[in-house]
């Protein structure tokens, strides 16, 4: 069976330090993996997207970036965190090909709570 | 940009009370999509509707999908203890795009 690990749970970092959060998927292969960013009130935002080894396409703008070095890794970084990069952030992963999303959905992570102080 | 509002906000009730949560949007989708989000965790896929009027049911929850396709309804029978979480509807459109709505908090007391 799939599974999908998040890593860490929790985590506090100062303004201005560097981020970095790591997603795997194990039992499948070739996965569309996602990042996405949940608010309180304002639902899921995605942020980035990947169909494949270094390939990123990202939604919106912002202090954050990307990167897929391995089949079923999924990392997201900074060089400097913001206040505003506060938020609850979860990986995600979805069966690759065309229309699979709109019927199997999204396989989520248990997500990490980013604290920038 | 295509938006998706959930209603209502928050909701609390007794356990063994029914309850009907909705989706609503001005957009037709291809399908919708009901998760269900417990505290500290990620969000658990519990339906995918994908033909107007279609009619699921999974356990003692019934999901409907509108007609027209642009809106979608939940209904908890006998809500338990269990159910309490953050309901989260997904619309996606045919263009493969999804759009989250901000959910309903539900908390169903013993």
């Known amino acids: 069976s799939q599974t999908i690990h998040q890593w860490p749970a929790t985590l506090v970092q100062p303004v201005g330090s560097p981020l970095s959060l790591e997603c795997t998927v194990e039992g499948t292969s070739n996965p569309n993996l996602y990042w996405y960013r949940q608010a309180a009130g304002r639902g899921l935002q995605l942020l980035f997207y990947s169909v494949g080894i270094g390939q990123i396409s990202s939604e919106v703008p912002q202090n954050l970036s990307a990167s897929r070095p391995q089949d079923r890794q999924f990392i997201l970084s900074s060089k400097k965190l913001l206040l505003s990069d506060s938020g609850f952030y979860l990986c995600?992963?979805?069966?690759?090909?065309?229309?699979?999303?709109?019927?199997?959905?999204?396989?989520f992570g248990s997500g990490t709570r980013l604290t920038v102080v | 940009t295509q938006l998706l509002e959930q209603s209502p906000q928050f909701l609390s009730i007794q356990e063994g009370e029914n309850l009907t949560v909705y989706c609503n949007s001005s957009?037709?989708?291809?399908?919708l999509q009901w998760y269900r989000q417990e505290p500290g965790e990620g969000p658990v896929l519990l339906v995918t509707v994908v033909t107007g009027g279609e009619v699921k049911k999974l356990k003692r929850l019934t999901f409907q999908f509108g007609d027209a396709r642009k809106d979608s309804s939940l209904h908890i029978t006998a809500a338990q203890p269990g159910d309490t979480g953050l309901y989260l509807c997904a619309g996606v459109n045919y263009g493969q795009n999804f759009v989250f709505g901000p959910g309903t908090r539900l908390s169903v007391l013993p």
């Open positions: 957009s037709v989708f291809s399908s």
């Open positions: 995600a992963w979805s069966v690759s090909g065309d229309f699979t999303l709109a019927y199997y959905g999204y396989t």
